[in-house]
């Protein structure tokens, strides 16, 4: 049972423009909302997170939107750059605990 | 500052055998959590432990063991190796008390392959 969901296993987006990166979820017990960027042969990265209490976050060009009764949240990057080309992974955890789950990933391409 | 570090890289194993991973977590963090990755499946939470306490666990079998030292120190056990055990483990570490939403400083991972 996925409770964390990217929809989209792969996105390609023009240097410059805005990236937008997608995450469902199930489980209304999530009260924290991560993203992670992955680059090849490392450990992801933490990028950005949200309460579950606030509807927007922003840090530089990073900004992650949820929406909960939709039970969605995602992550803009604006303006996309070929360095952020890498694996997004979504998170959320569960209420009380440090056990996480994550979606299984979006793989960003920005082309030059 | 040195990051998260997890011993060894690349392991070969053959089923049945047992395997121990290691993981040094950044100097000061006392959480450190564990997680299985693999293709299609994303990243999948093992456990998490504090103060040599594991205090969250995820859905894996009894096969999957680890601890925590006093010097935050991890290491992960996975007994009677299978061949779908193979995936990419990564070790995480935060500060405690820091809150949820400061996520995590992962290290680069364990490959481990089962033949």
């Known amino acids: 049972d996925q409770q964390v969901k990217q929809n989209s296993p792969s996105l390609s987006v023009q240097e410059g423009r805005i990236s937008i990166l997608n995450c469902d979820y199930t489980?209304?017990?999530?009260?924290?909302f991560l993203w992670y960027k992955k680059y090849p042969a490392e450990g992801p990265t933490f990028l950005i997170s949200i309460s579950s209490i606030k509807d927007k976050n922003e840090d530089g060009r990073f900004t992650v939107f949820l929406n909960k009764s939709a039970k969605h949240l995602s992550l803009h990057i604006v303006p996309s750059q070929p360095g952020d080309s890498a694996v997004y992974f979504c998170a959320a955890s569960v209420a009380g605990t440090y056990k996480y789950i994550f979606g299984t990933g979006t793989r960003l391409k920005v082309l030059a | 500052k040195a990051g998260v570090t997890q011993t060894p890289r690349y392991l070969i194993k053959t089923r049945g055998q047992q395997v121990t991973l290691s993981c040094s977590p950044i100097?000061?963090?006392?959480?450190v959590s564990w997680y299985q990755q693999t293709p299609g499946q994303g990243l999948q939470f093992l456990f998490e432990?504090?103060?040599?306490?594991?205090?969250n666990k995820g859905n894996f079998p009894g096969r999957f063991s680890g601890r925590q030292f006093s010097n935050s120190r991890s290491e992960m056990n996975v007994s009677t190796l299978e061949l779908g055990d193979s995936a990419l483990y990564l070790c995480a570490s935060s500060l405690a008390g820091t809150g949820r939403g400061y996520g995590y400083t992962f290290g680069s991972g364990t490959r481990l392959t089962v033949v």
């Open positions: 432990y504090f103060s040599e306490t594991q205090r």
């Open positions: 489980n209304s017990m999530f009260d924290y």
């Open positions: 100097s000061g963090h006392r959480s």
